[in-house]
């Protein structure tokens, strides 16, 4: 029995791209891609329709299957999400703070989101695994951008901590 999220056992998601990748490398490419175009068609004029349903009756209901991921990413496919880039993205950026810190969004530019990140405490490594969880959480988001860009970094504040120059406490006991 498989039990979902176990990483041993592959997604529907994973089992399809790999048949199609299958299936695409194999002689008759051009009937598969027939195939998969007019399932993708059908499977997307369907979801039009239960959408619009659901936009004219219940409204609210659009919102709360949009926020299952696999549901998601269907209907960012068709175009359907009921949530334009930008709000995903938003989304996305509140959902990983509390793993990378301080990150926000600037703008988009011809498909290119930029960025701005948080200087990461600790190693070099510690600030390219924020960047790439940064970069991954925004293209799964928005998959329909071009690129991630971050255009700059907080630099912490450096503060001293002691006594200061020599003879700095005397003057100001002095005063």
Do not use: F, K, W
Request: hydrophobic share 45%; aromatic share 2%; charged share 20%.
């Amino acid at each position: 029995m498989s039990v979902p999220g176990d990483p041993a056992v592959p997604s529907p998601g994973e089992r399809l791209e790999t048949l199609l990748d299958a299936l695409l490398a194999g002689p008759n490419r051009r009937p598969a891609e027939e195939i998969v175009r007019q399932l993708t068609d059908l499977h997307g004029e369907g979801l039009t329709r239960i959408v619009g349903t659901l936009r004219e009756h219940a409204p609210a209901s659009v919102g709360a299957i949009a926020a299952d991921e696999v549901v998601a990413s269907l209907l960012m496919l068709h175009d359907l999400h009921p949530l334009d880039a930008q709000a995903r993205i938003l989304r996305a950026l509140d959902r990983i703070r509390p793993q990378v810190g301080a990150v926000g969004y600037l703008d988009t530019d011809d498909g290119v989101v930029r960025l701005s990140l948080g200087a990461s405490r600790g190693c070099s490594s510690a600030a390219r695994t924020a960047r790439a969880t940064v970069e991954a959480a925004v293209r799964d988001a928005a998959p329909e951008i071009t690129g991630v860009e971050i255009v700059a970094e907080a630099v912490p504040a450096l503060y001293q901590i002691g006594m200061g120059p020599p003879g700095a406490a005397a003057e100001g006991r002095a005063s």
